[in-house]
């Protein structure tokens, strides 16, 4: 699954997302040789270094189970060119 991850800087961050839970999620980040855990502590989600971080956007395929992910909060947010 494809994500954008939006820092407190304003900075964007794009990757794949490896594993996630409830509280839990690994990515690998573009242009970086590690993975990245980020973890949901009251209700936001923080970087390794404790700086909050927001999941901009998760793009998935036909072929990803989204029973798995049932703990997330969504909003659809769909733009279209007129």
């Not at 980040?29 to 404790?50: P, S």
């Not at 927001?54 to 969504?74: I, K, N, P, R």
Request: proline share 1%; aromatic share 8%.
């Amino acid at each position: 699954m494809y994500t954008i991850l939006r820092y407190s800087n304003g900075m964007l961050a794009d990757g794949l997302i490896l594993s996630a839970s409830r509280d839990l999620i690994r990515v690998i980040l573009r242009r970086q040789g590690d993975t990245a855990e980020f973890r949901q502590t009251f209700g936001a989600w923080t970087a390794e270094d404790g700086s909050p971080v927001e999941l901009e956007s998760m793009l998935v395929g036909d072929h990803t189970d989204l029973a798995c992910y049932s703990g997330f909060e969504t909003q659809s947010k769909v733009h279209a060119a007129n």
